[in-house]
């Protein structure tokens, strides 16, 4: 699947079947957020890949939107240094967005489903991944084959984005594209 159908066909999925992930395309989801850019090239992040049944249950409590990570055949925790240290440049976030996207569609075009989860249960999320006191763990992204193999061919809903033409601007606010 080219990275443009892979984009326009996305599509979250939250309910997995019980087969593990093919190891290929795991490392070759991880590989597409390892190769994500990053301000001045720095990386500043760590991925903390989860396949353990009782690690995948725990963390479906590290938030109240976080429970699809319990089906999920895998997770990958997105690791950084904290955010909202004093010096911690705002790139940290932007950098891992990218490198969350890049892993969302590279298992897409897998035929892997996938769905990103907030963590609000900080504590929680440290005591079963184990990472240092120094980072933080915002987002957890969910992987596995979907339950219903619909989900990879499901339409676009009506409505679910803005219209090209509402949302740009040419050249200053006041003006639209076309």
């Known amino acids: 699947m080219d990275a443009l159908t892979s984009i326009a066909t ?20 991880l590989d ?16 903390v890949v989860v396949r353990d049944r009782a690690l995948l249950d725990g ?7 976080a429970g699809h990570i319990r089906g999920a055949a895998a997770a990958v925790a997105l ?15 932007f950098d891992l967005g990218r490198a969350a996207e890049n892993m969302v569609l590279a298992a897409w075009a897998l035929g892997i489903g996938s769905c990103p989860a907030t963590v609000y249960e900080h504590d929680l999320a440290r005591r079963l991944l184990g990472y240092p006191g120094t980072h933080h763990c915002e987002y957890v992204l ?37």
């Open 32 to 47: 597409a957020g390892r190769r994500a850019g990053s301000s001045k090239n720095l990386q500043r992040w760590d991925f």
């Open 79 to 93: 690791v950084t240094p904290d955010p909202r240290a004093p010096d911690a440049p705002l790139s940290i976030v």
């Open 59 to 65: 963390l479906g409590a590290v938030g109240p939107w």
């Open 142 to 178: 969910s992987f596995g084959y979907p339950a219903d193999p619909a989900d990879l061919v499901r339409p676009n809903r009506a409505g679910g984005r803005r219209p090209l033409d509402e949302i740009v601007h040419d050249g200053s606010w006041g003006r639209r594209e076309g």
């Open 10 to 29: 996305l599509r979250t999925v939250r309910r997995f079947t019980h087969r593990p992930l093919d190891a290929d395309a795991l490392r070759a989801i």
